[in-house]
């Protein structure tokens, strides 16, 4: 069974940066896509950015060119880097597996993420 494991969240000024890990379990890591979201309060969980096996990457609109996602392929883990960190970027933010693996149905715990003066 694939577990994940996030780390890395805290509370941050605006402007402010922090990096994510996503520590994943088994052996698919490698041929699977790999998904960070985010949920905040009162709102549904978004996909925020998702790297492929082939390292290709894409970023929802509200955190292009603030956020990185990339990949460790020895170490099963996947990072996000996110930088000019706002108000609105405040949520808990989980990893999970893409195509062609599927989502796990069991998440992590997420890592919390406050950007607050």
């Known amino acids: 069974q694939v577990q994940l494991v996030e780390s890395g969240g805290g509370l941050v000024q605006p402007g402010g940066s922090l990096r994510l890990s996503c520590a994943v379990s088994g052996t698919i890591f490698k041929i699977c896509a790999m998904d960070w979201y985010r949920q905040a309060p009162g709102k549904q969980r978004e996909l925020v950015a998702r790297?492929?096996?082939?390292?290709?990457?894409n970023y929802a609109d509200s955190v292009k060119g603030r956020f990185t996602i990339s990949r460790d392929n020895i170490k099963n883990t996947v990072y996000l880097q996110m930088n000019s960190l706002r108000p609105e970027d405040t949520a808990v933010y989980y990893c999970?597996?893409?195509?062609?693996?599927?989502?796990?149905?069991?998440w992590g715990r997420g890592t919390q993420v406050t950007v607050s003066s």
């Open positions: 790297i492929t096996s082939g390292r290709n990457t």
């Open positions: 999970n597996t893409g195509v062609p693996c599927g989502s796990q149905s069991s």
